[in-house]
């Protein structure tokens, strides 16, 4: 996965990197609710230079879903 | 926030404290469209203003009303939540037996006028702010009365409801760029303050401002420019009373 993208989900959630993985999703994150969804918009779209719409913040509830929604912004997650 | 070529929302603002709020941002180049429940005082605003004839206590109402506002005037990026209404009445009248408490419908019906609305204005604002991921300013009008004034249990109550919602909202929505502040005006020499005090009381005000003077309404629509304009103030609640609460 993307460096800047696990740094940023890490430190929304205040997780180690090492528990960033593709297959995490908000029912796994105790502390991921409506608020925490925000800072997490916020924090993509300074990192990433983005700007996300209301649709993509609603899908945006698994670590996979944001980087589709990120790769459909343009984003290069390649590392 | 850049208060020229911005939609403000000013509620109750067709006459005294909310009138000069709305003109005072109407000469920075706001783009004022006030509600109002007064039809008679609504028609003799001057013409830049736009008008919206609203019971700022009924939330379907409310909603349609920025809906069609917004369709009207474009998004709306400052809401001043004024309207409301002084309301005194002792919590013991010792000299009625028959009624000696404090009502609790009349309780009810101040707390719904003056912080039910500011609720049901500000969701229905900020609602659309988030869905169209606009940054905003809310401007809530409180009252010195919010720190407790005797004869005034629910207008009092009202008042320090409406800034604690005031913090709640600035930490809860400014990470979305939506700031919330307050503004608590003292004893401004408006109509409603010369009705609701009288020659003695407000000698005994003026004796105990610093300022020596009665606020005018003027002072609180420049508070209410100066946190609209300053994009690091928020959630604070600025009293605007001569100093007389230091």
Redesign the interface.
Known sequence: MNKRLIACLADVFGLRESEIHPDLKKENVDNWDS?KQ??LV?SLEREFDI????PDILRMTTVANIVDVLKEKGVDLED | MKIDGTVALITGGAKGLGLAIATHLTELGAKVVVADRDAEALAALPAPMGRYQLDVTRPEEVRTAVTEITKQFGNIGILVNNAGVIFSEPFVNIMNPAGMMHDYHRFRDSITVNMDSVFIMTAAVVEKMVMTRMKGVIVNISSISACGNEGQTAYSAAKAGVNAMTVTWSKELGRLGIRCNAIAPGFIGTESTHQALNASAIKHIKENTPLRRLGEAVDVAKAVASVIENDFINGIVLDVNGGLTI
Request: glycine share 0%; aromatic share 0%.
């Open positions: 608020l925000m800072d916020l700007a996300l719409e209301i």
